[in-house]
């Protein structure tokens, strides 16, 4: 079975709480269940890991060198910042998709740019919690060898 990793940045751990009028009502654990069961029908065994530090989030995209298919990354505020997170990426060669619940082209100027989608085969945003879904059909579908027709 493929294995993929669900990883969560900054403020995702209030997710339920923080400003459900931007990100929805859906908790980071009800997101995880959804990967969880949603990845499963689909054939990747899915772990979830979720971190406010930046250093974390860089080891588990490290420890994922090897271990995993591919990640799925919210994350969240650093997306916009973390030279280092997008330096990370590009150093393990996983096939990153990159996740944002609200529609980042549509909010403040700064949330317009973002490091990750530089070395992310995709970004998708604006779907909530069923962006994650989205997510893990779009790196299912990169590992089956789908690409840009
Ligand atoms: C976010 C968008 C980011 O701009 C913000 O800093 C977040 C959440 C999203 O999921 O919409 O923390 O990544």
């Known amino acids: 079975m493929r294995k993929a990793l669900i990883l969560n940045g900054p403020n995702l751990n209030l997710l339920g709480t923080r400003q459900p009028e931007v990100y929805g009502s859906t908790t980071l654990k009800m997101v995880e269940d959804l990967c969880l069961t949603h990845g499963r029908?689909?054939?990747?065994?899915?772990?979830?890991?979720?971190?406010n530090h930046e250093g974390e989030l860089i080891d588990a995209i490290h420890t994922a060198k090897g271990a995993q298919d591919g990640i799925v990354l919210n994350a969240g505020a650093y997306t916009h910042t973390s030279i280092a997170l997008m330096d990370a990426i590009a150093s393990v060669g996983l096939p990153v998709i990159e996740v944002h619940l609200s529609n980042i082209h549509a909010r403040e100027e700064f949330r317009r740019t973002s490091y990750i989608s530089?070395?992310?085969?995709?970004?998708?945003?604006?779907?909530?919690?069923?962006?994650y879904v989205?997510?893990?059909d779009a790196l299912a579908a990169h590992l089956n060898g789908g690409g840009p027709a």
């Open 134 to 136: 989205l997510a893990l």
């Open 41 to 51: 029908s689909i054939g990747f065994e899915v772990s979830c890991f979720q971190s």
């Open 118 to 131: 530089k070395v992310a085969v995709g970004m998708i945003c604006g779907f909530g919690a069923q962006g």
